[in-house]
Structure formats: structure tokens, C-alpha cells
């Protein structure tokens, strides 16, 4: 990710940490032979839900965006702990088999951080707060910092803050997050412009998700519109600087904005392709701005699959004008930028999260092509930390 790649390289690792790379230095009889390998920084999945994944496949794709959150609402309710976890156990198995390293994944119930925080992957766990009506905002503040005041939940696992979107989540509460954030040096996440419900609810004051927050006890009738677009309006609101903005479908006039405040915007895919979004995030004109670019899976309530390698695949279709090497970019040293992270590229001084891919002596394609190959499932070697196997579910 910071250079040619290099041939017979060694890397050599200390406590966890890359210590140097060098070509061939020497026969060390404790060194790993992966000569036939294309090793490279873990992927980094910049957003997540890993507790959604029970619902795999039990919600169907809609054309109102609002209908889904009605189903994912209903849902999630009557889900059951041991299954929930079962599930973000089952869904960590397969997103630790497709290279993934490290996590920026959103947190509804704290009860939840612990079995998480224990998956072994490095992470960052947002604290999700949701709460369009005005009162609810302190109590929503207070909770969080009381989750803050506990602290990480492992060593290699951070919390940062989760206010969910621009349309449920108050102006009061969105700037005491912010806050929060700069009191607790926390990183902070946002769904931002997933949809253009979303634009029009900000930019006009139009009624289309009025109804939704009725309906939720969560409507504010003093709600006056900001008349600005998501980003702008997030910005007013103290909370943009360095915000990790997912989705960002809606944002090419906000280009200039983005790049000031550096933002990281994530991509996600597959969730992307699941809702059949006509209107996809700019990521091409993101990158030639030189803002960072990440990708996310999202959860299985939007999408088939969690397997990372299928959605390097699906930004690969869906990004024509973006190439497999800035695409392997985003998915491993865009992620790292994005959640701060110290680790998405193999150099002395950075974090020993490792994957690798064996290749067969026969194979003679650029070696980005690799991790985009139709049958690859699944990495061929693993490390978080320098260690071969950090789940402790298993
Ligand atoms: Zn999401």
C-alpha cells in the first residue's frame, strides 16, 4: 500500500508491531516460509452492524427506504440474545476468513460491547444513539459517557461515537456527541446522505420522514429545517471535523467541504447494490480530492453477504472508473486513515495485521488481481497482532 511491492521480502515482527522489511536478510530458523504468498495489510471494515447479522436474509430489498427501517425496527426487537450473538459470532467467522483484521462497527446496546470487544479483531465500537426528539437528548449523553467512563473494552479495541443519521438524531444531541467526542478523544461515525429522503427533509423541510418519527414518539414539532445539505448541516453543527461519514450517496457539492474537514467517507458496496441505489457515493471525485475512502460491509439486514472478498468484487462493478489497486487501498489504508487506526500498510512501526494470499507458480497476472479472483472465499493466512488466531470463540 506504500510502494512497489516488494519480491523475497522478510518482515519482521516484534510484540506485535512491524519492526522492519528487508529482502532476504538471512536464514532465521524461526522465520515463517510464505514464498509462495502475496502478503498484504488485514482489510479493514470501516462500518458494520455485526449485531444485525441474525437477520441474514430475512429482509427483502424495498423500494421505501422507510419501510425497511419498519422492518428492521420490528425485527430487531424480537430477536432473542443467544441468537443475536450466535450471530455476531457466526458473522465474525466469516469476515475474519475474508482478511478482515479490524472493525469500525456501531453499538446500539453496550450489554453488547464486551462480546464484540472479544471477537479479536482491532476496533473501533461506536457507541449508536438515535433520538430525533429534543428531551431524550441528555439522557442519550449521559448513558454514552457513562459507557466512555468505563473504557476500552480490550487493548486493541477503541470506542468512538455513533449518532446515527442527520434525520434521527436532534441538533442538541448531535452537539453534545461532538462534545463528548473532544472530551474523550473519541472518533466519531454518522450515516450521512444515504438517501435522498434525507436531503429533502434538510434542504426543504419536505414531510417524507415526519411520518417515520411519529410514529417512533420521536417527532419534534418545533423541528425547523436547516435548509443546508447533510454535510453542511453537520458542519453548523460542530460535528464534521474528521467524522467518518458513511454512505455519502448524496454529496458532490459538498466536495470541497469534505476535503477541508477531512472527512473519511466509507463505501459500502454490497449494501449499496442490495437497495439498488441509483445515486452512489462520488468515490472517484472523492479520491481525486484526496479525501480518504474506506469500505464497509454494512450488515446482513442490507446485504448477502459478509464475506469481504465479495465486496471487493462489488466495488469493483460498481466503480468502472476506480482501479483493483486503489480499490485494495481503500479497503486496507483508507480504513486504517479513516478510523485512526495504526496499521493498513506493511512499514516499520505499524501494527503486524496481517494477510496473505498463496499463489500458484503457474499464476502470471498482476498480483492486485488476486484478492479479486471469482473463487477466492476465504485468505490463506491470518494475523491480528502478529498472532495466528485471536477469536477467543473458538
Ligand atoms: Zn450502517
Known amino acids: 500500500m506504500c510502494g512497489d511491492p516488494i519480491e523475497n521480502g522478510e518482515l519482521i515482527i516484534k510484540d506485535g508491531n512491524i519492526v522492519e522489511i528487508v529482502t532476504q536478510s538471512g536464514n ?3 522465520a515463517l516460509d510464505l514464498s509462495d504468498y502475496l502478503l498484504m495489510p488485514g482489510f479493514i471494515n470501516a462500518h458494520s452492524h455485526i449485531s444485525l447479522t441474525a437477520f441474514e436474509k430475512k429482509i427483502s430489498p424495498t423500494d421505501s427506504f422507510v419501510n425497511w427501517i419498519r422492518a428492521l425496527i420490528s425485527l430487531n426487537s424480537a430477536l432473542d440474545d443467544d441468537s443475536r450473538v450466535e450471530g455476531i459470532r457466526s458473522g465474525a467467522e466469516v469476515m475474519r476468513h475474508s482478511g478482515v483484521t479490524a472493525l469500525g462497527d456501531y453499538v446500539s446496546d453496550p450489554e453488547l460491547l464486551s462480546v464484540i470487544g472479544d471477537l479479536g479483531f482491532r476496533s473501533v465500537l461506536f457507541l449508536e444513539t438515535i433520538g430525533f426528539h429534543p428531551e431524550k437528548a441528555q439522557e442519550l449523553c449521559e448513558n454514552a459517557e457513562e459507557v466512555l467512563l468505563r473504557g476500552n473494552p480490550s487493548s486493541i479495541c477503541q470506542l468512538g461515537l455513533a449518532p446515527h443519521a442527520p434525520y434521527s438524531v436532534s441538533p442538541g444531541l448531535f452537539r453534545s456527541i461532538g462534545q463528548l467526542a473532544q472530551q474523550y478523544h ?5 450515516h450521512v446522505a444515504e438517501i435522498k429522503e434525507e436531503g429533502r427533509f434538510l434542504v426543504l423541510g419536505d414531510d417524507s420522514l415526519e411520518g ?3 410514529e417512533r414518539s420521536a417527532w419534534d414539532p418545533k423541528w425547523q429545517p436547516p435548509y443546508k445539505s447533510p454535510m453542511q448541516y453537520l458542519s453548523s453543527l460542530g460535528i464534521l471535523d474528521r467524522l467518518i461519514a ?3 450517496n448524496f454529496v458532490s457539492d459538498d466536495l470541497d467541504l469534505m476535503a477541508e474537514k477531512k472527512v473519511g467517507a466509507v463505501f459500502c458496496p454490497q449494501s449499496s447494490e442490495w437497495f439498488g441505489r441509483t445515486n452512489l457515493m462520488p468515490v472517484r471525485a472523492l479520491l481525486d480530492r484526496g479525501i480518504t475512502v474506506a469500505l464497509g460491509t454494512d450488515s446482513l439486514a442490507s446485504s448477502n453477504s459478509l464475506n469481504f472478498l465479495d465486496e471487493l468484487r462489488m466495488a469493483d462493478k460498481l466503480l468502472p472508473d476506480v482501479s483493483r489497486k486503489e480499490i485494495l487501498t481503500m479497503a486496507t489504508f483508507g480504513g486504517a486513515e479513516a478510523l485512526g487506526l495504526p496499521c493498513g500498510k506493511l512499514a ?3 501494527k503486524a495485521d496481517l494477510i496473505g494470499f498463496r499463489i500458484p507458480s503457474s499464476y502470471s497476472g498482476p498480483w492486485w488481481d488476486v484478492p479479486f ?6 485468505v490463506d493466512f491470518y494475523r491480528v497482532d502478529g498472532k495466528p488466531n485471536v477469536l477467543s470463540s473458538e
Request: hydrophobic share 25%; aromatic share 0%; net charge negative.
Open 212 to 214: 417515520l418519527l411519529k
Open 373 to 378: 479472483e471469482l473463487d477466492r472465499r476465504e
Open 186 to 190: 473519541c472518533p466519531v461515525s454518522c
Open 246 to 248: 458513511v454512505h455519502c
Open 28 to 30: 532465521d530458523d524461526a
Open 348 to 350: 516499520s512501526g505499524q
